[in-house]
């Protein structure tokens, strides 16, 4: 299986940006279509951005659509989450996960291996 840890979350004002990182050991995050998820206080955990296996594929929230940008570099074994124009709204716990199924998909249930998050907040 694989683990995976995520970094570069941090403080940062309203229309600002933050690059976050996924990176993973245990094996080859080719193996695996990577999801980035993020979860605000008393609210559910949401969809942010998907990527496919060979980073052919991306999706997006219609939320995040334009401003975040998520990649992959399968040498490396690391992915990431580029966000520009922050906005307070996107203050949250931000996720990577990974799906070893075949596919991508939207939903939380559909990844099998979870990192432990890291904050983003944004102060208006």
């Known amino acids: 299986q694989v683990q995976v840890v995520e970094s570069g979350g941090g403080l940062v004002q309203a229309g600002g940006s933050l690059r976050l990182s996924c990176a993973a050991s245990?094996?080859?995050?080719?193996?695996?279509?990577l999801g980035w998820f993020r979860q605000a206080p008393g609210k559910e955990r949401e969809f942010v951005a998907a990527?496919?296996?060979?980073?052919?594929?991306?999706y997006y929230a219609d939320s995040v659509k334009g401003r975040f940008t998520i990649s992959r570099d399968n040498a490396e074994n690391t992915a990431n989450l580029q966000m520009h124009s922050l906005k307070p709204e996107d203050t949250a716990v931000y996720y990577c996960?990974?799906?070893?199924?075949?596919?991508?998909?939207?939903?939380?249930?559909?990844?099998?291996?979870w990192g432990q998050g890291t904050q983003v907040t944004v102060s208006s």
């Open positions: 996960a990974a799906r070893s199924s075949a596919g991508v998909t939207t939903t939380p249930n559909g990844y099998d291996y």
């Open positions: 245990g094996r080859t995050l080719r193996s695996y279509a």
């Open positions: 990527i496919s296996r060979s980073g052919g594929s991306s």
